[in-house]
C-alpha cells in the first residue's frame, strides 16, 4: 500500500513538472498549425522559396514540441530548441510586419491580393510576435526559477 501512495505522490510531482510547459506547448502547437498552413498555402499557389521556408519552421515546431513533451520524463528547467524556435519564428514575424507592405512583401507573400488582406496579415503577425515574447517570457521564468507551479512543486516534494 505504501508503494502505492509513493508512486502517486512521484506521478503528481511528475504532472506538476509537465504542468509548468502548458502554456508554451499550446502556444507551440498552434505556431506549428500556423506554419503547416502556410506550408499547404505555399504549396498549392507553387511558391519554391514559401513552401521551403514554411516547411523548415514546421519541422523547427515540432521539433520543440518533441522537446517539451520530453519534458514529462526528464526534468529539467531549460528548453534550448522551444527558446531558439520562438527567438527564430518572432525575427521571420517581424522581418515579414517590415516586408509587409513593399515589393519584397508582395513577393514573400504572393496569396495577399488586396490591402486589406495586408492589413488582417498585419494584426495577425503582431499576435504572433506577442505570442513569442510571452513564450520567451514564460521560459525565463521557468528557467529562473520564478514560475508558480515551482512553488507547489516545493510543497509537494515536502510532503514527501
Known sequence: MNSVNEKEHEDKLRYMHFARYTLIRVISFSFFLIN??????????????GMLLSLGFTVFSLAAIVEQLSRLKIRKNDLPLTRKFFYSESILNAFLVLCLKTPIGKWMLPFLMHTSDFDIMLGLLSIEIIACLIAVFRLFKINRGKDRYLKVIKILEKEK
Open 36 to 49: 503547416i498552413n502556410w506550408l499547404f498555402i505555399n504549396l498549392k499557389i507553387n511558391f519554391l522559396f
